[in-house]
């Protein structure tokens, strides 16, 4: 079988942890949405151990484990530190774009963010500005410029290097949001399913406990 570099490139983000995404890689993203392309890439990954995922809004695509060895652990592990480091960020950040955008929705893939349009809002609001300050914070840029541009230049790079947003043209000045905050929306959903899980497990346990102590001590 000849070299495929679109197969190739389209592997290659998904096993570097990243979204196969309309916004962010359009090409790989048209190969994946063909059901020959995607059973190619579905059978390339299987034979790791791993599989493709769909973001429930159809927007990126991205790998799962199939089987879970140690190694396979350790990074997931890893990989899960990382992100509930960013997740109380990206929330506050999630929470400003409701703010900013005009109709008041949260942050889908697709949308631009303007950052004359940004500015302007902060400028013009005491508590937005606040809510930056709080940002910059939580993002590690507590350190940087204190002026409104500035902090929020910084804020947009930052998550141009994560992976939630992508430039438009050459200016820096606007980006569109990529599946990266669909994925984040998944991933926050499915950890407060399972802390409420947890939380009803550890409910139970407390109550058998007492009813076990109740027992002992002769009170039931």
């Known amino acids: 079988m000849s070299y495929d570099p679109v197969f190739a490139r389209t592997v290659e983000i998904l096993l570097t942890g990243n979204v196969v995404c309309q916004v962010s890689s359009e090409r790989e993203h048209q190969f994946l949405s063909q059901d020959a392309n995607r059973e190619r890439v579905e059978h390339h990954l299987g034979l790791m ?3 493709l995922a769909q973001t429930r809004d159809l927007s990126g695509f991205y790998a799962t484990y199939r089987h879970l060895d140690a190694n396979a652990r350790r990074i997931i592990t890893e990989q899960f530190k990382q992100a509930a ?6 929330l506050h950040w999630m929470r400003i774009s409701r703010q900013v955008s005009p109709n008041g929705r949260p942050l889908a893939p ?11 809002a902060i400028e013009n609001s005491s508590g937005l ?6 940002l910059a914070a939580r993002f590690g840029l507590r350190g940087k410029s204190q002026d409104p541009k500035d902090r929020l230049r910084n804020l947009l790079d930052r998550l141009q290097k994560m992976g939630f947003l992508e430039p438009i043209g050459g200016s820096g000045a606007m980006f569109r949001a990529t599946a990266r905050w669909s994925l984040i929306r998944e991933q926050l959903e499915f950890v407060r399913q399972y802390e409420g899980i947890v939380a009803e497990e550890r409910t139970e346990e407390a109550q058998t406990a007492t009813q076990q102590r109740e027992l002992l001590d002769g009170t039931q």
């Open 85 to 90: 480091q960013q997740w109380e960020a990206l």
């Open 49 to 51: 151990g791993r599989g």
């Open 129 to 134: 500005q606040t809510e930056m300050d709080t």
């Open 110 to 120: 697709g949308d631009v963010i303007q950052e004359s349009a940004w500015l302007s």
